[in-house]
Nanobody, 121 residues
Framework: QAQLVESGGGLVQAGGSLTLSCALS??????NAWFRQAPGKERDFIAA???????TYADSGEGRFTISRDNGKRSVTLQMNSLKPEDTAIYYC?????????????????WGQGTQVTVST
């Protein structure tokens, strides 16, 4: 059974950094992605990375977010820098058995429970 478990969320001041991790287990994923959802808003794509390490990013990342993976440790990481209050959201790790690395949430079959990120002014 596929399982994705996020960690690393928390409270940070604007301008600070956080590193989110997603531990993968159960199946071999062809790709993984990070999404986020703020209260009252839709779930938005942040970045995706294929098993071969090739990554795609949403324009909204503005170069502040970096996705990476460690296939040996079976984990995916999202490094977030220069955080802003508008980055406050629940951050979700997602996975696909295919090599889909697009921005549509429907392209990912597996989801973690999410981790809260709060950026204060």
């Amino acid at each position: 059974q596929a399982q994705l478990v996020e960690s690393g969320g928390g409270l940070v001041q604007a301008g600070g950094s956080l590193t989110l991790s997603c531990a993968l287990s159960g199946v071999i994923f062809g790709s993984n992605a990070w999404f986020r959802q703020a209260p009252g808003k839709e779930r938005d794509f942040i970045a995706a990375i294929r098993n071969d390490g090739s990554a795609t990013y949403a324009d909204s990342g503005e170069g502040r977010f970096t996705i990476s993976r460690d296939n040996g440790k079976r984990s995916v990481t999202l490094q977030m820098n220069s955080l802003k209050p508008e980055d406050t959201a629940i951050y979700y790790c997602a996975g696909s058995r295919t090599w889909y690395s697009g921005s549509s949430a429907s392209g990912y079959n597996y989801w973690g429970q999410g981790t809260q990120v709060t950026v204060s002014t």
